[in-house]
């Protein structure tokens, strides 16, 4: 079955410094992944997601994820963070058909 | 991008009240599913339906049930509430087919 490993429970970054953060997922064969954010009281919403092609991907509101295979990771990036970007991430990795399993998040603290 | 909506967002009930949580998408979804999410740990898989009359258990154990008489509807049942029962609770869909699930904004449950 598959799994998935975020190592940073927090992190906390000044607003215009990059980001990134970091997925490690296990799985025997091509993963689905996904990176999915969640605002305080609110569901998750659908940063990207990478089903093959480039491994480069490139997701809603400024982020982009590099799938790199012989890593088993899939971390996620932002040139310049904004101080909306506080929130919790999820990474997620499926299979075709069956069901995702998502990390525990890594949640992200924006100083100004 | 699906609109999938959950009632009540927030609910403290006594133990023992039985209680459903409402969840319904107006896209047409096949596939819906019951997350429980806890602080700081993955989101744990309950329940799924694949369509109609279709419901199974997911990889976490809950007294929960569910029931799936309309597609845009999957709700949520608790007969007998406990404290151990306090969480988060996400409701997602998705196509049949696609691996990409779209969540409502939660439920928060406290029981007491």
């Known amino acids: 079955a598959q799994s998935v490993t975020q190592p940073d429970i927090h992190i906390t970054v000044s607003e215009g410094a990059s980001l990134e953060l970091r997925c490690n997922y296990s799985?025997?064969?091509?993963?689905?992944l996904f990176w999915y954010v969640q605002s305080p009281g609110q569901g998750l919403q659908l940063l990207l997601k990478?089903?093959?092609?480039?491994?480069l991907v490139q997701g809603i509101k400024g982020f982009e994820a590099e799938f790199k295979r012989s890593q088993s990771s899939f971390n996620l990036r932002k040139p310049s963070v904004h101080w909306s970007d506080a929130a919790e991430y999820f990474c997620a990795v499926g299979a075709r058909n069956n069901d995702m399993r998502f990390g525990a998040g890594t949640r992200l603290t924006v100083k100004p | 991008e699906a609109d999938i909506y959950q009632t009540p967002r927030y609910l403290v009930i006594g133990t023992g009240k039985k209680i459903t949580l409402e969840c319904s998408q107006t896209?047409?979804?096949?596939?819906m599913y019951w997350y429980q999410q806890d602080p700081g740990m993955e989101l744990h898989l309950i329940h799924y339906s694949y369509g109609v009359n279709s419901t199974e258990k997911g990889d976490l154990s809950s007294e929960s049930t569910v029931s799936r008489i309309r597609t845009e509807h999957f709700p949520l049942t608790l007969e007998s509430a406990r404290p151990s029962h306090t969480s988060q609770y996400l409701c997602a869909s998705s196509y049949a087919g696609s691996d990409t699930q779209y969540f409502g904004p939660g439920t928060r449950l406290t029981v007491l």
């Open positions: 990478y089903f093959s092609g480039d491994t």
């Open positions: 896209m047409g979804h096949d596939k």
């Open positions: 799985y025997g064969a091509t993963p689905y």
